[in-house]
């Protein structure tokens, strides 16, 4: 990974955590979501008229990962309805780096070396420790469960649950598209279409929900979700372009140092505990997909 690949990728993280951070704080998901596709779609509208289209041998795997970002966007509306940002979002972003060094030497042929493999255990350790110690609410002061941090060490299963499928989804499309954006012969080809197929979805789906009264629904929060969708085109286009350039595993870890991010946001911002056990977690989540990254 060259520096400019590096650079891009870690650009990325920081721009996907803050437009993930957007969606949460918008009441509403599913509106949230309306917001954020229709406006992926609308800026992959705009930008496919002045980029190559994306080769014939590209296109089973856009439509394949504009199916599977459809239902990541959907685990991701249920996780922020369920759990804290501080929670979820490290979750789901820690487990998907995972399962793309499986899927990537299952599928592509990208095996991992030892360094790798023990960088995905240290990692391992790291999330389930993450997952484990629960944020939601506030201890009061007679509260059993209570840590000295005040978070309540038990997990929030429905939560962690939807987090965890969520970084499955995210290991899938990051795969698929891996292989579609190499076939493609342009990114940002590819990634026009890709918006632009896969933010029709929702919004038809709101619109036939709540017909009329769709858009003074999304009124107020219009220019939040619409710079939410401009971050989010924004960050995957830059991954996008980085798996072009190198490995598709090394990517992926690189690319989950917006847990740090995501954390920091959760605590500092949102007001939500993360304490000394979660940091330390999160800590250790990261080591583990340095040592994916160093040894790539």
């Known amino acids: 990974m060259t520096p400019l690949v590096v650079a891009a990728v870690l650009a990325a993280a920081v721009t996907h955590a803050s437009w993930n951070a957007i969606a949460a704080r918008i009441r509403e998901q599913l509106f949230s979501f309306t917001l954020i596709a229709g406006g992926g ?43 804290d940002f501080g929670q979820v979002y490290p979750v789901a972003r820690g487990t998907a780096p995972l399962v ?3 899927f990537a030497a299952l599928f592509v042929g990208e095996i991992p070396d030892p360094g790798q493999l023990a960088g995905v255990a240290v990692a391992c350790a790291g999330l389930t420790g993450l997952a484990l110690w629960g944020i939601r609410g506030k201890s009061g002061p007679g509260d059993p469960g209570a840590g000295p941090d005040g978070a309540r060490a038990r ?16 290991a899938a499309y990051t795969v698929v598209d891996g292989l579609g954006v ?9 990634i026009a279409w890709l918006m632009l197929v896969q933010g029709l979805v929702i919004p038809a789906y709101a619109l036939a929900r709540h017909r009329s009264g ?3 629904a999304l009124r107020p929060d219009a220019v939040r ?5 401009l971050l989010s085109v924004a960050a995957y286009a830059l991954v996008l372009w980085a798996q072009t350039r190198a490995p598709l595993a090394p990517v992926a870890a690189l690319r989950e140092s917006s ?20 940091i330390a977690a999160a800590g250790l989540m990261v080591v583990g997909i340095g040592l994916m990254l160093y040894a790539s």
Do not use: N, Q
């Open 259 to 278: 847990i740090i991010v995501g954390a920091a946001i959760g605590a500092v911002l949102f007001k939500e505990r993360f304490g000394g056990p979660r």
């Open 225 to 229: 979700g619409l710079l939410a969708a």
């Open 155 to 170: 997990a929030d299963w429905p939560a962690l649950i939807a987090a965890g499928a969520t970084g499955l989804a995210i």
């Open 41 to 83: 779609a609308l800026i992959g509208a705009v930008t496919a008229c002045f980029v190559p289209f994306p080769a014939a041998g590209a296109w089973p795997y856009l439509l394949v990962s504009a199916a599977l970002h459809i239902g990541y966007y959907a685990l991701l509306m249920r996780c922020f309805t369920l759990g």
């Open 214 to 216: 769709l858009w003074p």
């Open 182 to 190: 190499r076939a493609a012969g342009s990114p940002l080809g590819y």
């Open 100 to 102: 793309v060094t499986l």
